[in-house]
């Protein structure tokens, strides 16, 4: 089963939980066991699966991706936002998290998280959900 | 259904596209939706989802995990491609887009690249395409 | 079908390869054909798919992770960690491996390791093999 859904990223870097969406879709399904692939059709943000617990944690990761891939470096792209492509080429488009009886099997500190590198925007987040 | 098929890298880095064979594939299996797992089952090489329409781009990329990860290095491997698997290990071996009416999900301005860290080689693709 | 298993990574840094254990469930799904996910439900171990023929690159890739993100660093994090949560997030917490005739079609020098990042612990690894 395929179910899409959109948010509003709020600020330039952003990370947007996303978790209770997926975990939706998955009960939707009504499948029992299974695998949930969740895709970003876009090229400037990505999909993680990081600690819930700790906020600071996040502006540490997203301060260290810009120090790897500085917003002002010497690129050649016709927009000012190579770097935002960068980090999506390391983070990746697409987690998958296999579940069972309904749950997912989500670590006690995992969260599943939307990581915006070019907002605020609308970004669409595709769910398809696997035997 | 599972298939396979090789491309020829052209360059020491290069970034191969596709997305047709991809597609190709999913046609091909006449399954209606699903996911597709595209994996490489190479270490020097990797696969990632980015942006089609500004080839600028891929150069600016494959420059910010050169600078990451110089080839010439002080690596302990016993051939000089150290750098090479280095980016693997952070691109990843395979990626997974979701399908719906034989058409995968991807965004407007993505397209599924074969990224060559170590050519020129033979490369072989591996598609999977599940319900 | 959905395992687990457990594992005890012996160091702070780690490669620990999990290839037979994943293929055995392959083995035991008896399935002949599909796509297996291995899936990490912690937020300071990933896993990854690299050469399994020298054991120096290993050492190579820790230190040249260790160098973007290092342990010591200007971080705002609750505990010491943060730098291992940074090489999740690039890294990642599940690979996908499709299978023929119950055979994973990993590479000649391909093996799936988990990387401990923040050990010694013990880790659950969870293995979904789907159609």
Redesign the interface.
Known sequence: ??K?FEIETPTKNAWCDITRRVADVVTQCGQA???V?V?I???TAGV????NA?A??Q???SR?LER??PWH?D?????DN?AA??K???????????F?AGEM??????AIYLCEFDGPRRR?V?V?V??
Chains 1, 2, 3 share one sequence.
């Open positions: 089963m395929n899409a066991d299974g695998v692939t895709f059709p876009h090229t993680t699966i990081q600690e700790d600071p944690l502006g540490d990761i260290a790897l891939f470096g690129y050649r792209h016709c927009e190579a492509h960068m999506v080429v390391l983070m990746g488009p697409s987690v998958q998290v296999p069972v099997l989500l670590g006690q500190w995992q669409r595709v398809h696997s035997p």
